[in-house]
């Protein structure tokens, strides 16, 4: 007789782990003209022929600006207790200066009111990428004026929403965004640097404590950050490839992190950003962190780069895994490698960490049921989740996961043809239909001991 199944267990987390679902403003919303909002960099860069592989645009995306109640209904269906989202710099000042847009600040009051109604506690990012373009037109984030623009916008949403948000992160993985918008031009606004992008990377930090300072100032509880972080694994023992690996991992991780918690470079960087640090840049940079955040999507294989390669480093595939769609491999291990090494590296001047992004790409749609029956999704989850207990286990302090995404939405370069979501969006009609993952998110949440959601 064939033994029953055992039933499936979930991955136990500790009790007052807070699970949620990410966001940004210009993947979702939608609304591009209406109410005064103004362009951003992403609008401009989606006008451009060639730059999205569908020519799709975030105009419409997920029509969230619209469907906002609906959305945030479905979170409380899920039951996680937490909601991460990003305010459109342009929506609420349209070209990045001056006196805010009531109706684009009137937006987010009632989305903030209706999660809170909802039970669902707001994490809120000010920069996702969106920079408005009359900023871009002045140098945009190459700009130091842009760190005044930053703060002064962190004043104005602090100002207005800290007495409801509890959780503030100044900005969206600084080197993603400065790395494919400025160096390799992958990404809005489309510029192709390479190392003379650094001084974003530098201002991008700026920004960060800036608006840390002006949040805290505004009665701004928890301040964070989301920086997107990965192990990197030489291709071989040679010591080129080790060199070159030891250089990427101080480009992706050491540069933000280090300045955030320790008020400094890793010191092998330290001869390209010397030019651009101002006197007293490192103190601003190096707030104190409520959390740290960490995005984490996968590990990377680092080679040195043949002498004809205008990088020192190359970037081979790492076989062996299974991969999402976009082809980036599955390895939940990697990121109890990571949690692990955070703590080793940093100890006493690493806060508490929130994974603000975990997620995945498959483009299961409904079948003749309507069923989104997306497996893959459910076992990266809780393959991934798996790995954050380990880590809490090994004495990781991380207090919550947040997935990306809630929706399937606009995904930068690749436009509609990622889903990311616990949610199917069908764009034309907007319907919204939850997958199998959300079903089992949900029932996960459920079955935590003495959840706080
Ligand atoms: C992150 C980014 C998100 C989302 C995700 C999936 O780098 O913050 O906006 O697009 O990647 O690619």
């Known amino acids: 007789m064939p033994s029953p199944q055992p039933p499936r267990r979930f991955p136990e987390l500790p009790a007052g782990f807070r699970f949620g679902t990410s966001t940004a403003a210009y993947q979702i919303e939608g609304a591009a003209t209406e109410d005064g909002r103004g362009p951003s960099v992403w609008d401009t860069f989606c006008a451009q022929e060639g730059r999205i592989a569908d020519g799709s645009t975030g105009d419409v995306a997920c029509d969230h600006y619209h469907r906002y109640a609906e959305d945030v209904a479905l979170m409380r269906r899920l039951g996680a207790g ?3 989202f990003s305010l459109s710099w342009p929506r609420i000042q349209p070209t990045g200066a001056g006196a805010p847009n009531e109706k684009g600040l009137d937006f987010y009051d009632r989305l903030i009111d209706c999660l809170l109604e909802s039970g669902v506690e707001p994490m809120v990012t000010l920069f996702h990428w969106d920079l408005p373009q009359e900023l871009e037109d002045d140098g945009g984030w190459l700009n130091r004026a842009t760190v005044d623009r930053f703060a ?5 949403v602090g100002e207005r929403y800290a007495d409801r948000v509890e959780h503030w992160i100044p900005v969206n993985e600084p080197n993603v965004f400065s790395l494919l918008g400025y160096a390799t031009g992958v990404h809005a606004p489309g510029r192709t640097l390479m190392f003379d992008s650094l ?21 701004a509880t928890s301040i964070g950050c989301a920086n997107n972080h990965a192990p990197m694994w030489p291709a071989s023992d040679d010591e080129a490839d080790v060199g070159a690996t030891k250089l990427f991992d101080a480009l992706w991780n050491g540069m933000y992190v280090e300045p955030m918690l320790l008020g400094r470079y890793p010191r092998d960087l330290m001869p390209l950003m010397e030019d651009v640090i101002a006197d007293g840049d490192m103190a601003t940079i190096r707030q104190p962190l409520d959390f740290y955040g960490v995005n984490y999507y996968n590990p990377m294989k680092i080679a040195a780069a043949g002498e004809e390669s205008e990088m020192p480093f190359a970037f081979p595939e790492l076989v062996g895994y299974p991969t999402t769609d976009l082809g980036w491999p599955v390895v939940p291990d990697a990121l109890r490698e990571w949690l692990i090494t955070l703590r080793a590296r940093y100890r006493a001047a690493l806060p508490p960490i929130m994974i603000t992004e975990s997620g995945c790409a498959y483009g299961t749609g409904p079948d003749e049921h309507g069923v989104v029956d997306d497996q893959p999704r459910i076992d990266y989850l809780e393959a991934h989740l798996d790995a954050v207990a380990t880590a809490i286990r090994r004495g990781v302090d991380v207090r919550g996961y947040y997935t990306w995404s809630l929706l399937d939405n606009f995904e930068w370069a690749e436009g509609l043809t990622q889903r990311f979501g616990l949610v199917h969006v069908d764009y034309e009609t907007q319907r919204r239909t939850p997958k199998r993952s959300f079903d089992w998110y949900a029932a996960m949440i459920a079955a935590q001991p003495k959840h706080a959601g």
């Open 82 to 84: 937490g909601y991460r």
């Open 152 to 156: 002064e916008f962190a004043a104005i």
């Open 199 to 219: 001084p974003v990377s530098h201002h991008l930090l700026l920004g960060h404590g800036r608006a840390a300072i002006a949040l805290r100032s505004a009665g």
